[in-house]
């Protein structure tokens, strides 16, 4: 089955405005976590939520985790230029050690 | 900061011929991971492994793949007969253990294309 899909697919906002990212999952998780991507490079870790977490922040990141209705969020406010990169989620299962991925949200903040 | 690295950042090869992509994990990293992201898809996992030998891989990981340790600080991945499906962003990843909610930190990639 698909786990992890993000949308939206693509976002667009200037710069200060707040980006809201959405992943939904299918099965029981371990743990979500929120990587960024830019364009052709690496993936750079940016938070990772537990599956008894409810919220959590870091710096201008801001993730939710509703495990009943098998879904996180993204909020990163007053975005800047520098934010503009693709997001996934990737959920990790119990008894597993790899990560699953979501498509992603490519995201681009105009100064 | 720590970092995971990768050689080389690019690889073109020939469709038949085998590549080995290296991986340095963080030093004190005993967990190492590798995934492929095939150009506009999502990223995939490979496989796993710890204290020498595979504890997971996926169905993607067949026969033509092999992963290896051959010191205290490489981690390579080897395909062995390259077919141009294999054309994808290869990454490395690292973490101290697999126990839940461990982070895995990931390399830059490696940009494998098979011609």
């Known amino acids: 089955s698909q786990q992890g899909e993000e949308d939206p697919q693509a976002l667009s906002i200037q710069e200060g405005e707040n980006a809201t990212m959405n992943c939904s999952y299918k099965?029981?998780?371990?743990?979500l976590q929120w990587y960024r991507q830019n364009s052709g490079r690496g993936l750079v870790h940016l938070i990772l939520i537990r599956s008894n977490e409810r919220e959590k922040h870091s710096g201008r990141l801001r993730v939710t985790l509703d495990t009943s209705k098998k879904s996180s969020s993204l909020l990163i406010t007053a975005s800047r230029a520098a934010d503009t990169a693709s997001y996934f989620c990737?959920?990790?299962?119990?008894?597993?050690?790899?990560?699953?991925f979501g498509t992603g949200t490519r995201l681009q903040v105009f100064p | 900061e720590p970092e995971v690295t990768q050689t080389p950042s690019h690889q073109v090869t020939q469709m038949g011929q085998e590549v080995i992509l290296r991986c340095v994990p963080i030093s004190n990293h005993l967990y190492f991971y590798w995934y492929r992201q095939i150009l506009g898809q999502k990223v995939e996992f490979l496989v796993s492994f710890y204290n020498n030998e595979i504890s997971e891989k996926s169905e993607i990981f067949d026969d033509q793949f092999s992963v290896e340790r051959p010191d205290g600080s490489n981690f390579t991945l080897k395909i062995r007969s390259t077919k141009l499906e294999d054309s994808a962003m290869y990454f490395c990843?690292?973490?101290?253990?697999?126990?839940?909610?461990?982070?895995?930190?990931f390399g830059p990639g490696t940009r494998l294309l098979v011609l």
């Open positions: 990843a690292s973490s101290e253990s697999p126990t839940p909610g461990e982070t895995q930190y």
């Open positions: 990737a959920t990790l299962r119990y008894n597993t050690d790899k990560l699953i």
């Open positions: 099965t029981s998780i371990n743990n």
